[in-house]
């Protein structure tokens, strides 16, 4: 996993290319439109609107606050992503590693808790959740990780639980009169099992406790690992969504290259990359225990360099994703919508870096071309532009 937070995937990869060190990731006011989350059927619907960790292009990520500002804009879905403490209760955050989303590093009396751990393999330095109690964790602040991102809400935000999230969820449903659906994942599962600090029954719990652990239920559970969604299966009715991870991808054509593979196959033995889940085998195979797919957008509409390189090309002084052109990959949602999957993906976001040339700075031409592809529903950091955009496709179809 990167130890960047949020810069583009784009980015990332190019930072990637050069030294062959770094992985891949993963309006205001109500929505006159907004309608009850429907479960997940083949072909093309009304895409749902995920707040992606909440509302990050404007408030710090998971926090109640930015779920709330998601709500009242007309998102259909909440995602929080969860990580265990050293008590084992479910908090709500990006990473283990929360040296970057909080305010942790400037607090004295945790200094001695800074350290570099192994996360899916990989060396990371900072403050693991792992090591504080929830009565710890509740002490400390979230931060806004990107600096071109509004920093004045920095320190004035709790983290919160993953119960926390579902009761604002279920409470903002009865005062809307819509239902605010859930979205959580299961970060770094295998990991968290190394630790001893497992999820996925504590995650059932929650949803148990809160009657939302069943078939009916406005839940999706999502995960970058096949195996612990295998056995969620088991276990419960509700919703699952198999996410794929990107890795470098050939500048020339755009085709993702085979240089990732979900965490547990690496642990497993299993060969292979994320590649073989987007085969027409492997969508009948993710169908067996899942009704999303939900890969990297980079998947669906492929970026790619006219001469083949990384070139600033806009003349802005960097190579980011404002550089390259796009094309579409229909293939991929007609196979997914074959297998009887819907199609999810992330993450868009408003930033001119990160939208395409073809999009002419416009995050709406974008979303709008992935709806007309076939997209179920995406994760977005700008609700404010990702409902409308949304609402007026809908509108026009």
Known sequence: MAKVWYTSALVMMLAAAVSSAENNLCGEGPSPTAQTPSKPTPGKTRPLVVGHRGAPGYLPDHTIEGYTLAIETGVDYIEPDLVSTKDGFLVVRH??????????????????????????????????????????????????PLPERDQSFNGKFEIPTFEEVIALAQKKSKETGRTIG???????????RQLNLPIEDKLLAAL????WNNAEAPV??????????KELRKKT????????????????TGDVLPTVKPYDWTVSGRNGSTLDLLTPEGLKEVA????????????LVKAFSINGTATDVNGDGKVSDADFNVKPNPKLFEDAHAAGLKVHTWTFRDEPYRLALDYKNSPEAELMQFFDLGLDGFFT???????PARNKWVAQQ
């Open 182 to 192: 859930i979205y959580p994942e299961t970060k770094h599962p295998t990991y968290h």
């Open 208 to 211: 148990d406790k809160a009657g």
């Open 237 to 252: 009715k509700v919703t699952l969504s198999q996410l794929v991870d990107g890795g470098l991808f050939d500048f020339k």
């Open 95 to 144: 990473e283990p590693n929360i040296i970057g989303t909080t305010d942790v590093d400037s607090r004295p009396e945790f200094k001695d808790r800074k350290k570099t751990m192994k996360v899916d393999g990989v060396d990371d330095t900072g403050y693991f959740v792992s090591d504080f109690t929830l009565a710890e964790i509740k002490t400390l602040r979230a931060i806004q």
């Open 220 to 229: 999706i559970i999502q995960s970058f690992e096949t195996a612990n969604l």
């Open 288 to 299: 067996t225990y899942a009704e999303i797919i939900a890969p990297w957008k980079q998947y």
């Open 381 to 387: 950091d700008n609700c404010k532009s990702g409902v």
